[in-house]
């Protein structure tokens, strides 16, 4: 049995079924690419850009500080929900290394032919029927994390866990996948490499309603999902 933190358990029991759209590369769009640049643009902060080795747009605020997706950041994961079907893309906070996201691009100066110079990675929502154990009756305000102490996600648990709430495990994760499994809100989910969702160096996701993320190789100490108003 793998170690889960408080408001959270693993689920056993039942198998069942469950219609979600999954995010999977596709071939980068340039088009696409510079209307989420455009989007993000629309925001009264400044954000540093870059392009990670897995084709991740990766968004950071200029000035040090965590990030708030219902506050000075709604903006920006506003627009990575709607173009999750574009687009690759990630924030993090800038408040624990802001020496080096000093030296990423200006937002401003970043166009979408130059992210695709960099790798960045298209992305497409497909709709599949997911297969998982259920237990008892889901209820509200809650959402779906697919751990796996190992890098890959070739052999993940599934838990559901509590809406901001945050989760702990003792043992650090090497790959997850989140799922926002409501059908009209949309959701973060942050993780971070340290334990008690705190220290200031989180990354984000932003879900769509009935989606769930890619599997993602990262260290994880700790997690939490919110929903975005």
């Given at each position: 049995?793998?170690?889960v ?46 392009v990670?080795?897995?084709g ?56 979408a ?13 497909v ?8 237990i ?58 340290h ?5 200031g ?5 932003s ?23």
């Amino acid at each position: 049995m793998r170690a889960v933190g408080v408001a959270a358990f693993l689920v056993s029991g039942c198998l069942g079924a469950s219609e979600i759209r999954s995010m999977v590369t596709k071939p980068y769009n340039a088009t696409e690419a510079k209307d989420f640049l455009d989007c993000v643009s629309g925001s009264v902060e400044s954000y540093k850009v870059k392009v990670e080795d897995d084709g991740t747009v990766l968004m950071k605020p200029s000035s040090p500080r965590s990030l708030d997706d219902n506050g000075r950041d709604k903006v920006l994961f506003d627009c990575m929900s709607e173009h999750a079907g574009m687009l690759r893309t990630a924030a993090e906070s800038s408040l624990y290394s802001p020496e080096q996201t000093a030296l990423l691009s200006d937002l401003s100066s970043v166009s979408a032919e130059i992210l695709g110079s960099l790798g960045a990675s298209g992305q497409a929502m497909v709709s599949t029927t997911k297969q998982r154990r259920e237990i008892g009756t889901r209820s509200d305000g809650t959402y779906n994390f697919y751990p796996d102490l190992d890098k890959g996600c070739g052999s993940q648990d599934l838990v559901h866990a509590k809406i901001a709430i945050c989760n702990v495990v003792s043992r650090a994760y090497q790959c997850f996948q989140c799922e926002n499994d409501d059908s009209s809100k949309t959701m973060s989910c942050y993780v971070w490499p340290h334990h008690n969702c705190q220290k200031g160096d989180e990354r984000g996701y932003s879900l769509p309603p009935k989606s769930i993320t890619p599997k993602i190789d990262r260290s994880t100490f700790s997690y939490i999902g919110n929903y975005i108003k």
